[in-house]
């Protein structure tokens, strides 16, 4: 991982796709290491006695093992929470883990002018991947289109499974953006054990000369756009069953912040 990480960083604003992708097929799951809560994180900053390894658990073994001590508090599925950790960050580049409980989604949401490369490395995903109808190239127009939603295009319904090896490194990895599509997405967990996935985002939202926030949606069928939509206890925002060149109607959700989540830390962060 760690050899990963220092190739995104050497790369800098000079990174090329289809090193990202080879980057992410050498990664296995033995890559990862292990992590403590973001609790333990904060002892361990406010006391540099304080014993993290005592508290830590693999990501690994905590995957392939259900019976891994749930009480504890150190299963990264412990409870409904998403779990996350982002193991490197600057202006040009994030990589970010994100462990979702079985029943779990990351709701649909947009990655405005940015390009996004993801790899499952446990369990399953179901993504529905969408586009403007429309493209915005220009930062004050992605904003406006962000407030006020508009018409889009279903470009893919598919489940992404965790695979271990491949001829072909492209094909463990999948890649959204303006050009290769799916700006928008939704990722949910419908299967019955952890599902692992980590995005690589360029450029990472909050970050200079554009400073995208992340807004969330609904996603209404064209021949139930004229219904009324509200925040319930439900996070999915697609709403009902879609299909590839389906168009949809994209109502911005700006009362919500996302799915809850819970953000893990490397042990090698001291």
């Not at 292990?34 to 994180?41: D, L, N, R």
């Amino acid at each position: 991982m760690r050899a990963f990480l220092s190739a995104v960083e050497k790369s800098g604003k000079h990174w090329r796709s289809n090193e990202i992708v080879e980057a992410l097929a050498g990664l296995s799951l033995e890559s990862f290491g292990t992590y403590v809560s973001g609790a333990v994180a904060q002892e361990r900053n406010a006391d540099i006695n304080f014993h993290v390894s005592d508290h830590a658990f693999s990501l690994k073994e905590a995957l392939a093992s259900p019976s891994f001590s749930p009480s504890s508090g150190r299963c990264p599925w412990s409870n409904n929470k998403i779990g996350c950790c982002t193991l490197y960050h600057s202006s040009d580049i994030s990589v970010t883990w994100f462990l979702l409980p079985p029943g779990c989604v990351l709701s649909f949401h947009d990655h405005c002018l940015m390009k996004v490369w993801q790899r499952v490395f446990y369990g399953s995903i179901s993504v529905v991947a969408v586009d403007w109808l429309s493209e915005e190239a220009l930062p004050d127009s992605v904003r406006k289109r962000q407030r006020e939603g508009g018409m889009g295009v279903v470009v893919d319904v598919s489940v992404h499974s965790a695979r271990s090896e491949c001829k072909d490194a492209a094909s463990l990895v999948t890649v959204f953006g303006p050009a290769s599509g799916g700006v928008l997405h939704e990722i949910a967990n419908d299967s019955q054990e952890p599902a692992l996935f980590v995005d690589v985002i360029a450029q990472p939202y909050n970050c200079p000369p554009h400073y995208f926030d992340c807004m969330y949606y609904w996603a209404t069928p064209a021949e139930h756009e004229c219904e009324k939509v509200t925040e319930s206890d439900d996070l999915r925002g697609v709403r009902g069953v879609v299909s590839p060149g389906e168009l949809v109607k994209l109502t911005p959700r700006p009362s919500y912040t996302g799915p809850p989540m819970e953000v893990f830390w490397p042990t090698w962060s001291w």
